[in-house]
């Protein structure tokens, strides 16, 4: 820093201002200087820096899974609007392991973040004291849990559920299967197999009919595997409701190649409105989420907290983005 100072004929301090986006400092010697910086291939120590603002300029996040589209597209909005505040996601990958969650907070709020985004899935004891103690903006994503620790944005997944089921009996539906994960403990798909098993209860029907393999998030392969299990455990279904549509793609095709007709003899449900269910034949009905908005209403209000402006002690905000149905071809009218 020294170095571009003396080339830019200012201070020190002034080249610091400069770097910093919102400082006092006009622009026509805001340019000058990163000009130099430019020219001089200057890098700024960001850990320096976070040492004398006490602010380490990023937002934590951890999400269950990499390939997934959903959250790399929650991930890719958040960031979006996380850098118009100046701040930079730092990403962190939990595999749906409530252990390894714990490590990963843990080890984020050693670099103190501004900030930590969490995809629900079920938290250690340990977690949540970790992050009741942090004094910063918890966000809890995807799932709104019964007893969140700070701000939530999402849905219920067992109410999207519970809301597919009974709008699937509504339809004259009655021999539904639900198609889910082996060990979902820590899952959003327990709180879809959670809402099924109520909106069965409720219309007096037989909550059991399901059929669990794989660990979670199930494939395509999953779902493959599945269709003849079902066919045989189930051969009167006229309904499969499965956790997601990754496996409701799967179970179609395979229902296809066996020469079981949908939805003439049994028809088809997804959930989440991936890339696939659009693009099967017949189209899989499904339950539509928006993984942007969760990032785009996420790092809003991430800002919103950490303006200078509004920080004072807080309620906890919590933002409903609630799922559409999604009626499609796999879905035979009774």
Not at 45 to 60: E, I, P, Y
Not at 84 to 109: C, H, I, K
Not at 316 to 325: G, S
Request: aromatic content about 6%; charged content about 25%.
């Amino acid at each position: 820093m020294r170095d571009v100072a003396k080339a830019a004929g200012v201070s020190r301090m002034t080249v610091s201002r400069a770097l910093k986006k919102d400082s006092p400092i006009s622009s026509e010697t805001r340019e000058r200087i990163l000009k130099v910086v430019k020219d001089m291939n200057y890098v700024p120590d960001q850990v320096a820096g976070s040492l004398t603002t006490k602010r380490s300029g990023f937002v934590g996040l951890l999400l269950p899974s990499l390939n997934n589209l959903h959250f790399a597209q929650t991930a890719q909005s958040l960031t979006d609007v996380l850098e118009q505040g100046g701040l930079q996601l730092l990403l962190g990958y939990t595999a749906y392991s409530p252990e390894r969650e714990e490590q990963l907070v843990e080890t984020m709020l050693r670099r103190r973040p501004e900030a930590m985004v969490l995809s629900y899935d079920g938290h250690t004891e340990q977690t949540i004291r970790l992050l009741q103690r942090a004094s910063i903006p918890i966000v809890e994503i995807w799932e709104k849990p019964a007893h969140p620790i700070g701000h939530t944005v999402g849905f219920s997944n067992e109410r999207a559920a519970y809301d597919m089921t009974n709008a699937l009996l509504a339809r004259g539906f009655r021999k539904i299967v639900f198609l889910g994960e082996k060990d979902d403990d820590w899952t959003r798909g327990a709180a879809r197999r959670a809402g099924f098993k109520r909106a069965m209860r409720e219309a007096g029907l037989n909550p059991d009919q399901e059929i669990r393999l794989g660990a979670p998030p199930l494939s395509i392969e999953d779902g493959v595997a599945a269709a003849e299990l079902i066919l045989q455990e189930y051969p009167d279904t006229d309904c499969i409701f499965c956790v997601s549509d990754m496996p409701a793609f799967g179970l179609l095709s395979r229902l296809k190649s066996i020469g079981v007709a949908v939805p003439e003899q049994v028809s088809v449900v997804g959930f989440g409105n991936f890339e696939v269910s659009r693009f099967a034949s017949p189209e899989i009905s499904t339950v539509r989420v928006d993984p942007i908005a969760i990032g785009r209403e996420t790092g809003s209000l991430i800002l919103r907290l950490l303006d200078p402006k509004q920080r004072s002690p807080q309620t906890a905000q919590h933002i409903t983005l609630p799922p559409v149905l999604e009626f499609r071809p796999s879905l035979k009218n009774l």
